[in-house]
T-cell receptor, first 114, second 113 residues
Framework: AQSVTQLDSQVPVFEEAPVELRCNYSSSVSVYLFWYVQYPNQGLQLLLKYLSGSTLVKGINGFEAEFNKSQTSFHLRKPSVHISDTAEYFCAVSDLTGFQKLVFGTGTRLLVSP | GAVVSQHPSWVICKSGTSVKIECRSLDFQATTMFWYRQFPKQSLMLMATSNEGSKATYEQGVEKDKFLINHASLTLSTLTVTSAHPEDSSFYIC?????????FGQGTRLTVV
């Protein structure tokens, strides 16, 4: 079974500042890793994913994440945030077999202030 | 990317009634769809895996008689909350996979009064 830990429930940051949202996972098998963004009362939108290959993954809206196998981490970063980045961010993992069910972390609310 | 449409976006119902939520894959066929439930300020919890033409697979602790799932075609899965109670009030989200990527519906806010 897999599990995902997002230690920061909320991250306040000023506009144009850099941000890092932390994600650690636990799994006995190889996994795929994902970051999703959720705006209020909406579904989830994929920001980026790691399947294999380069450990630095670039996604939409200027976000990137780095897969670190030894630390079992997949932290999300953005060098300069905008007010519009205010949302809930979920890290998720899935195994490589069967239906590849997604297991989500508890989410991190990014609050960008002017 | 692929589009998953969920309907309705929100619904208010009286306690004891049933509510049906639809999840459609608009531009692709989905043999498997997933139903999640999200409580306020919490993560998504997988409720069940919906399989076209066969019975859904429910996660532990989810009442299959209360949350009826039907996946009658390759583009439509429905979740029916039967005999709804206030504790069933929540945000329900469906998703479907294309290769390794999951696409999510916009969610349904259910309020039972």
């Amino acid at each position: 079974a897999q599990s995902v830990t997002q230690l920061d429930s909320q991250v306040p940051v000023f506009e144009e500042a850099p941000v890092e949202l932390r994600c650690n996972y636990s799994s006995s098998v190889s996994v795929y890793l994902f970051w999703y963004v959720q705006y209020p009362n909406q579904g989830l939108q994929l920001l980026l994913k790691y399947l294999s290959g380069s450990t630095l993954v670039k996604g939409i809206n200027g976000f990137e994440a780095e897969f670190n196998k030894s630390q079992t981490s997949f932290h999300l970063r953005k060098p300069s945030v905008h007010i519009s980045d205010t949302a809930e961010y979920f890290c998720a993992v899935s195994d490589l077999t069967g239906f590849q069910k997604l297991v989500f972390g508890t989410g991190t609310r990014l609050l960008v202030s002017p | 990317g692929a589009v998953v449409s969920q309907h309705p976006s929100w619904v208010i119902c009286k306690s004891g009634t049933s509510v049906k939520i639809e999840c459609r894959s608009l531009d692709f066929q989905a043999t498997t769809m997933f139903w999640y439930r999200q409580f306020p300020k919490q993560s998504l919890m997988l409720m069940a895996t919906s399989n076209e033409g066969s019975k859904a697979t429910y996660e532990q602790g989810v009442e299959k008689d209360k949350f009826l799932i039907n996946h009658a075609s390759l583009t439509l899965s429905t979740l029916t909350v039967t005999s709804a109670h206030p504790e069933d009030s929540s945000f329900y989200i469906c998703s479907a996979k294309v290769n390794t990527e999951a696409f999510f519906g916009q969610g349904t806010r259910l309020t039972v009064v």
